[in-house]
């Protein structure tokens, strides 16, 4: 099965799912990203749209991209603001944003399952403005070395979804090659998490400018 077809069944169950990852991503996504105010976003990897709404508050236009129709349709079920246009769309291809569009692009437990990081940070700085920024929440590296990644539960059976290994000097090294500077970098622990590896990384790089 593909990664788009997994995501495709679990999107019957990623929303009640217990899911400390998840969880953890929306707080620490709201605390980050609250108080931003945008012109127009791009959320890149939107899923069930569990972080669409805080954008779309912050946002006076938000643009949000899955390549699973399924969890797609959950997110239009969740999310009625007026100000959110969802589309489809495989990241790994040319993006249906225009050049030098979006004030911030949003990707939340996206890429460790996309091998190309360096495809991703160039499209990021295509679509981004001046001094536009880029955020990034993801499982942390320490998780993956553990072997851990994403996974879901279905009648008893664990299925386990495709996952690339990415340092943290992958990501800096993609944004620096793309003209991104790294403005902040932040580990995360849900609080049933002591005495382990940080659950999650966030960074926040910002466009460079000539």
Known sequence: MTIQSRY???????DTDENF????DEVVTKNILLELSCDIILEIGCGTGKNTNLLSKIAKTTYALDFSQSMLTKAKSRVQ????TFGIADLTNEWPIGNQSVDLVVCNLVLEHIED?????GEVTRVLAEKGKFFISELHPFKQYQGIRANFQQAGKTTEIQAFIHHISDFIDAANES???????????????????????TLMFEKNTV
Do not use: C, I, M
Request: hydrophobic share 35%; charged share 30%; proline share 5%.
């Open 8 to 14: 495709d069944e679990w999107s019957k169950t990623y």
């Open 21 to 24: 990852t998840r969880d953890l």
């Open 81 to 84: 603001a007026d100000n959110v």
């Open 117 to 121: 990081l360096h495809f991703v940070f």
């Open 179 to 201: 003209g991104l500077k790294l403005l902040e970098l932040n580990e995360w622990w849900h609080e049933n998490d002591q005495g382990k590896p940080p659950r999650l990384l």
